[in-house]
């Protein structure tokens, strides 16, 4: 029998492309170990985003090309990811127990926005991250209905000055649903808004979280303009329609409508339009998901449907969706900031 080499096992790990990132295994600096003893070989992998979904059918794969190498040799292949914080506003620091803040947006309301984001932080869980979701809709918050959390809920306090996250279907969640009621007007004005949003995402003791994913409210306003300059948001998802009055991101929503009786396909708002616009602004399609009265029952029952149905074709979209985001983030810049301790000169 030939001896294995590292170089040959090496080889097989760049002639083997990450599904998510499009690059080799070597290129992406994610071989931890390389362990040959004799026609046994150990492989251990460490990629930068959570990979639940794929990790298996990765390891699987490249198995195969190590075995094929010679006979008898017999091939292991593990493959975990660590989840590291990402750079985002110049100068910005990483929140404390949170990772990576991603934002999710839209232009305008009534394109799947607040679904969208519930199913995105509940597939980052269903890959193996630490996620949680904040309501940022000061004014029409929704997540908690979407969530199944039962009515009344309230966030216990510590030290009466910290909330405790609300958890529901393995997400940590925060909302200002949770402490006013829907009936309540909130005639609020932008310094209001954007004191309530930083208490919230700042006063809330989250518990070491990969991701936090937060749910926007459409277009623009005090909300954004406060996370953008107080929040360090390592990236967006901006979710849109197809039609082009639309066009602002690139997760494409209710791209096309099936027909449940026969199977007939239609673009009822037009199509293509997610691809446009990634591809003027040169970024990426997420994912393009369908016109679907179940994702829309589903998420008003409280259970949506990466839970619902985890194993449907519409959950795999949304899983792909996420992989694809964190993969994306996994090769930003990381975040240095908090690494060092700050350094003050002062003249006393």
Known sequence: MAEITRTQVEEVLRAHRDPCL????????????????????RVDLRLGYPCGGVAGGIAQILKTGIENLADGVEAEVAIGFQVVAHRAQKN??????????????????????????????L???????RTGILDADIYGPSQSIMLGIAEGTRPETRDEKFFLPVEAHGLQTMSMGFLVDDRTPMVWRGP?????????????????LDYLVVDMPPGTGDIQLTLSQKVPVAGAVIVTTPQDIALLG???????HVCSEC??????????????IAEQYDTELLASLPLSMMIREQADGGVPTVIAEPDCQISMVYREMARRTAAILSRRARNYANVFPEIVVADD
């Open 22 to 41: 499009d690059e080799d295994y070597m290129s992406l600096d994610a071989v931890r170990e390389i362990a040959i003893d004799g026609s046994r070989v």
């Open 263 to 276: 199977g007939h396909v239609e673009h009822l708002f037009g199509e293509g339009g997610g691809t446009r």
């Open 123 to 129: 597939a980052l869980a269903a890959e193996g991250a």
């Open 192 to 208: 209001m808004v954007s004191s309530a949003l930083q208490q919230l995402i700042m006063q809330t003791l989250w518990e070491d």
């Open 92 to 121: 910005m620091r990483s929140m404390e127990n949170v990772k990576n803040v991603i934002a999710v947006a839209s232009g305008k309301g009534g394109v799947g926005k607040s679904t969208t984001a519930v199913n995105l932080a």
């Open 250 to 256: 690139i997760v494409e929503n209710m791209a096309v």
